[in-house]
């Protein structure tokens, strides 16, 4: 079976992996680092097409975004993502920059600095995540 996506789909799974990066914690020593952290791991999972570890990284919600844009489960989803991005699409999100992280208790937003390439994407330079269950999560675009 051909799964076909158009290109604001595409754009918008996109936006969707980027933010999802802020997703879980990791051993840093403050709530924000934790989230910079994992948006960096997500971002790289996304872009690798390694889709068990992004989706791993998302809120249910999150996960139901991505597979109401594709009609398929999170993880193939990520990987068609990372199937289309060029090499030169892949280099821009590893080296994307943060230049903002706020945490509110269990809420957090990361900003970030958007390029052409990023915006021709959907990358819109704002993630927002929760936390849950001691993890970072994607909540959406």
């Given at each position: 079976m051909t799964h076909t996506i158009r290109l604001p789909a595409i754009a918008a799974l996109a936006t969707l992996a980027l933010a999802f990066a802020s997703g879980c914690g990791g051993?840093?020593?403050?709530?924000?680092?934790?989230?910079r952290s994992t948006w960096k791991k997500a971002a790289t999972a996304a872009v690798d097409g390694q889709g068990t570890a992004f989706c791993a990284l998302a809120t249910?919600?999150?996960?139901?975004?991505?597979t109401a844009r594709t009609q398929l489960p999170c993880e193939d989803s990520i990987r068609l993502l990372a199937s289309r991005l060029?090499?030169?699409?892949?280099?821009?999100?590893h080296d994307a920059k943060i230049t903002k992280v706020t945490v509110n208790g269990n809420d957090a937003v990361v900003t970030y600095a958007?390029?052409?390439t990023l915006a021709g994407l959907g990358f819109t330079g704002r993630t927002t995540l929760v936390k849950?269950?001691?993890?970072w999560l994607l909540v959406g675009i």
């Amino acid at each position: 079976m051909t799964h076909t996506i158009r290109l604001p789909a595409i754009a918008a799974l996109a936006t969707l992996a980027l933010a999802f990066a802020s997703g879980c914690g990791g051993t840093s020593t403050s709530p924000a680092d934790s989230v910079r952290s994992t948006w960096k791991k997500a971002a790289t999972a996304a872009v690798d097409g390694q889709g068990t570890a992004f989706c791993a990284l998302a809120t249910d919600a999150g996960k139901q975004k991505i597979t109401a844009r594709t009609q398929l489960p999170c993880e193939d989803s990520i990987r068609l993502l990372a199937s289309r991005l060029s090499s030169a699409d892949k280099a821009v999100i590893h080296d994307a920059k943060i230049t903002k992280v706020t945490v509110n208790g269990n809420d957090a937003v990361v900003t970030y600095a958007t390029t052409p390439t990023l915006a021709g994407l959907g990358f819109t330079g704002r993630t927002t995540l929760v936390k849950s269950g001691g993890n970072w999560l994607l909540v959406g675009i």
